[in-house]
């Protein structure tokens, strides 16, 4: 995983330019419509409980296309039952660039790089290897299945540098 365990506390609310430029990004499924589940927190029914969904949920069919949202390079690929991330089925992680021209900082540190994840595919693309380049619109997999889930979505989420969720930082006795 991208954590870092160089974690600070927020003193102010962080800055963040839009890493989404429309001209170079693009969705990560045809209907981006289509959310079963946005961002934040939710009732989880599978667990009768509250928790905090840090990704968008996408539905569609099995083998529904999904597309990297930007130019980028590989930095993970996990096959289901392998790999860290407990429940996410086959998974991509696109590690990527903000421009220069986009000046972005969280927790008073400039921000270089963020990373787009794609949970629960049914396939990975072939030739996806970490270090491989990635460009925006290039199929990463598609909808699928794998993991800890009860319905065929990807769950799309982005991370900014290596920072990681609110509830690593809680665990870890740095809760703001």
């Known amino acids: 995983d991208v954590c870092s365990s160089d974690l600070t506390l927020v003193t102010r609310p962080p800055t963040v330019a839009s890493l989404f430029d429309p001209a170079t990004s693009s969705s990560p499924v045809p209907t981006?419509?289509?959310?079963s589940s946005p961002f934040g927190p939710r009732w989880k029914h599978s667990k009768q409980e509250y928790d905090m969904h840090r990704g968008i949920d996408f539905y569609d069919d099995v083998g529904a296309a999904i597309t990297a949202v930007a130019a980028g390079t590989v930095f993970q690929v996990h096959t289901e039952g392998g790999g860290s991330f407990s429940?996410?089925?086959n998974t991509v992680v696109v590690e990527l660039a903000v421009s220069s021209a986009s000046t972005a900082t969280f927790h008073d540190r400039t921000v270089k790089k963020w990373f787009s994840y794609y949970l629960h595919l049914d396939t990975i693309a072939s030739g996806l290897a970490v270090g491989a380049p990635?460009?925006?619109g290039q199929d990463v997999g598609?909808?699928?299945?794998?993991?800890?889930?009860?319905?065929?979505?990807?769950?799309?989420e982005t991370r900014l540098e290596g920072y990681c969720s609110h509830e690593y930082q809680f665990a870890n006795g740095r809760d703001p």
């Open 32 to 35: 981006p419509a289509q959310i």
């Open 87 to 89: 429940g996410g089925g």
């Open 134 to 136: 990635v460009t925006s």
């Open 142 to 156: 598609t909808m699928g299945q794998t993991g800890t889930t009860t319905f065929t979505h990807l769950h799309f």
